[in-house]
């Protein structure tokens, strides 16, 4: 009764053709990455050791490791995260609880946007003119990671305001109904139930902070140091910019060395990323809304 | 209960009887987490303030709109005559963002119409994992692929002196703001309503005809906007230019040439020059242009999704 017809067979042939050309397409925008990555750590794998990663560099940064710069980078993600994290979630709950629809909350919205959007290099101008000159930080872990914290506060505002709009207004209305005041609805019933969403947003500001470079590089990140920081007013190493140092400035640089300082680096960030990503997926299972 | 204080009749009367602890704890806390909320225009406003402070000795002085924005000459540590031209740093960025794009808008939305329409079960959600993974590397490890990796490459297959260029460095960044266009791109492409394909496929459409004919046509301002967001994300990118272009001053005619970027110059001189020194406040203006331009980009980007949630 109903036989193929000749337009039927064409239709089935161009949905063939189509499907091919773009999943062709997104393996193309995948494959060099992999290609990358696996000559990554094909050249830097051999380089990392115990050793590598918890002594400093000797020999005008051509041997020795990286512990310095290591260190400098947990140091100043620390620091940003101390700042952005609960001024970060501040704002979340105020976007997501309070703000009511007027122009106000549609300008922190435009502002949240463009925080994210601004190039690295003019928050850097910012961390300049703003921490080191004007707040007196001087170059300085202080000066370098409220720079970072401003830049990434966008991740953990999003992130946050998110999983709290993720928990249904009927838990809200049930607290509401008991005579709770708006806060203890927040801290008792909507916080507790947004938290591990509120983490997922932590971890994957913790991989942009340490991945960043333009913006620490006049505010607290120093080429070499042959101290270690003792407080947060020193300047530090940090590992991002120690790739770029290895890898543009000094000469008679052993070839594979800025391959480990990279892997190293890149699997700090993607590691911290992963974890992000299977703490939502785990939180998606587990829902029971 | 008889009431002695009659301000909550005015203002919040649920609240009038209850001018407690608890009271005083929620009203404070709201006012703390509306400063968190603000502190974001007040950042912006900062950035703006603090940079603009930084330039403006240059802006008042030495500063000549059209030798800043008409000559190539970037010559600001020449003694006795600097010239203060970004002409060349423009085209340097101009012409690596562009072939970023010609790179990236192909691809991504290629492979968001895949991952969205295509794609199903684990095999979407693998893809959109990897997406989100390559959106993640860090900008200065692609700087150091195309100093590393892609140099040695370009060199070799093209046969030129040099393979630090506006083709290595529009590669590296074509291939950083890919992943985020994709996704972006992506969440477009799934806030169309499922009942306009339904509707298109009991009229006996195809799959390709109906993301040609209805998907397509209506995602068309988020895709636009993903696509404003990747050339925004281009401009501002400052490390894997700075390490991939060569970092020569010049306006390109080939591809092979090396340039240098706006972003990347402030990153290389900065360091060297001198607080409050025409050079430095030179800088500092090119910041307050590249200020300018990303929030008019993102500003614009923003309107157009926007315009799409509303319609």
Known sequence: MFETTELNKKNRRNERLVRAVLGTMTGLLVLPVVLILSMLIYKGGPVISFEFLFTSPTNGMTAGGIFPALLGTVLLVVVALLASVPLGVAAAIYLSEYAPDNWTTRAINLAIINLAGVPSIVHALFGVGAFVIFFKFGTSILAASLTLAIMTLPVVIVATRESLQAVPLAFREACWNMGATRWQTIHRVVLPNAITGILTGVILEVSRTAGETAPIMFTGAAFFLPLLPQGVLDQTMALSLHLFVVATQVPGMPERLPYGVALVLISMVLLMNSMSIALRMYLRGKKKW | ?311
Do not use: C
């Open chain 2, 1 to 311: 209960m008889p009431k002695e204080n009659h301000r909550g009749a005015t203002a919040g009367s649920q609240d009038f009887d209850r001018l407690n602890a608890d009271w005083f704890i929620d009203k404070s806390v709201q006012i703390l987490v509306f400063i968190g909320g603000i502190s974001a225009i007040i950042f912006i406003i900062g950035i703006f303030v603090f940079i603009s402070k930084e330039g403006l000795g240059f802006i008042a002085g030495d500063f000549d709109a059209r030798e800043f924005f008409l000559s190539p000459n970037w010559r600001p540590t020449s003694e006795g005559n600097p010239t203060y031209g970004i002409l060349a740093l423009i085209a340097g960025t101009a012409s690596v963002t562009g072939l970023a794009m010609l790179v990236a808008i192909p691809f991504s939305l290629g492979a968001a119409i895949y991952i969205a329409e295509f794609a199903t079960g684990k095999k979407r959600e693998f893809l959109k994992v990897v997406v989100e993974l390559l959106a993640a590397i860090p900008s200065v490890v692609w700087g150091f692929i195309g100093l590393a990796i892609m140099n040695p490459i370009i060199i070799k297959v093209f046969n030129v002196p040099i393979g630090l260029t506006v083709l290595n460095a529009g590669i590296i960044l074509g291939l950083m703001a890919a992943p985020i266009m994709t996704s972006i791109a992506e969440d477009a492409l799934k806030a169309v309503p499922d009942k306009y394909r339904e509707a298109a496929e009991a009229m006996g459409a195809t799959r390709w005809q109906i993301i040609w004919k209805v998907v397509l046509p209506a995602a068309k301002n988020g895709l636009l906007g993903a696509v404003l967001l990747g050339v925004g994300r281009g401009f501002g990118e400052t490390m894997a230019v700075l390490m991939a272009t060569g970092h020569s001053i010049n306006i390109p005619t080939s591809v092979f040439d090396s340039v240098r970027a706006l972003t990347a110059t402030i990153a290389a001189e900065l360091g060297e020059t001198a607080v409050g020194s025409p050079h430095y406040q030179a800088l500092f203006t090119i910041g307050i242009f590249l200020f300018v331009i990303t929030f008019i980009i993102n500003l614009t980007a923003d309107l157009i999704v926007r315009g799409v949630r509303k319609g």
